[in-house]
């Protein structure tokens, strides 16, 4: 998580009592938690519009064509 440790957790939410006090710290809790869950909603829909966007044959493609790439276990691995 960042890199940070327990005693820095620990100061981090020091600070920001003595800054913003109990009574605060609850409010910007919740409006941190609200935030998260609009930006999480926003993310989810805009997936949803590319998935809708892209024709059904441009989802289910597998293959590397047109990509600079050449898999032989796509076309021509048989060597009858």
């Given at each position: 998580?960042?890199?940070?440790?327990?005693?820095?957790?620990?100061?981090?939410?020091?600070?920001?009592?003595?800054?913003?006090?109990?009574?605060?710290?609850?409010q910007?809790?919740?409006?941190?938690?609200?935030?998260?869950?609009?930006?999480?909603?926003?993310?989810?829909?805009?997936?949803?519009r590319?998935?809708?966007?892209?024709?059904?044959?441009?989802?289910?493609?597998?293959?590397?064509?047109?990509?600079?790439?050449k898999?032989?276990?796509?076309?021509?691995?048989?060597?009858?």
């Amino acid at each position: 998580m960042f890199g940070l440790g327990l005693p820095e957790i620990i100061i981090i939410l020091v600070i920001f009592f003595v800054l913003f006090g109990a009574k605060r710290l609850p409010q910007i809790g919740e409006g941190l938690g609200k935030t998260m869950k609009e930006l999480r909603k926003i993310r989810v829909r805009k997936t949803r519009r590319k998935r809708k966007k892209k024709p059904i044959k441009e989802r289910f493609e597998f293959g590397f064509e047109g990509r600079g790439r050449k898999d032989s276990r796509i076309k021509g691995s048989q060597t009858d």
